[in-house]
């Protein structure tokens, strides 16, 4: 079935830090990917989103580039700041796996980001 | 804001109890998802509806259940609760169409003593 990995956290960072988040994934079909955000006591927000190979999504800063050949869609921004600190949630929808034609999010378990002032 | 509304926004019951969570669509969305985030199994899709039918079935327990209502609101069921079903329930609105954004509400944090 369809799943998605994320690294490892927490990652705390200095503002201005250089940021990457590693994100792959596996699929049946040809997923649509997507980074999602979650500031603390809130729901989720779409970041940025990439739908076919080779797309770069961006927004606020932050890219990620789908790289079918490595089935990644690694989420990077260059100089984070003390408001990016948040939970990231990777993710695909993947129409053509095993449920059929559906949009069903498929998410990684997330990393927390902290950003030191 | 999203424009998708959950209420209640907490909610604590005792084992054994049932609730009723409910989401408002985004205005002109058909698809309505639920996922449930828990520390330890993380954010997972248990069930999607479009225009008032199911679509889709993830792991949803056979104790829960759901609906769409011809006004395209949606309502989760949760009976015979237990534990380990403490956790943010999320609902998330969408046109329809594969692939498109998931718009999500704020959650209803659901407590079980």
């Known amino acids: 079935g369809d799943s998605v990995t994320q690294m490892e956290g927490p990652v705390t960072l200095s503002e201005e830090a250089f940021l990457t988040i590693n994100c792959t994934y596996t699929a049946t079909g040809y997923p649509s990917l997507f980074w999602y955000v979650q500031y603390p006591g809130e729901g989720l927000q779409l970041l940025l989103k990439?739908?076919?190979?080779?797309d770069k999504g961006s927004n606020k800063g932050f890219e990620a580039t789908y790289r079918k050949e490595t089935t990644s869609f690694h989420l990077e921004k260059g100089s984070v700041q003390v408001s990016d600190s948040a939970v990231y949630f990777c993710?695909?929808?993947?129409?053509?796996?095993?449920?059929?034609?559906?949009?069903?999010?498929?998410f990684g378990k997330g990393i927390t980001l902290s950003v030191r002032p | 804001d999203s424009g998708v509304t959950q209420t209640p926004k907490h909610l604590i019951t005792a084992t054994g109890q049932r609730v009723t969570l409910r989401c408002s669509p985004r205005?002109?969305?058909?698809?309505v998802y639920w996922y449930q985030q828990s520390l330890d199994q993380g954010l997972q899709f248990l069930i999607q509806?479009?225009?008032?039918?199911?679509?889709a079935k993830g792991n949803i327990l056979e104790r829960f259940s759901a609906q769409q209502f011809p006004d395209l609101h949606s309502e989760l069921n949760l009976s015979s609760l237990e534990l380990g079903d403490s956790a943010l329930y999320f609902c998330?609105?969408?046109?329809?169409?594969?692939?498109?954004?998931?718009?999500f509400g704020p959650g209803t944090r659901l407590t079980v003593l």
């Open positions: 998330a609105s969408s046109v329809g169409t594969v692939g498109d954004e998931q718009f």
């Open positions: 509806y479009y225009n008032g039918e199911e679509r």
């Open positions: 205005s002109g969305d058909l698809s």
């Open positions: 993710a695909l929808s993947d129409p053509l796996g095993a449920t059929g034609a559906n949009s069903k999010l498929t």
């Open positions: 990439a739908t076919k190979a080779d």
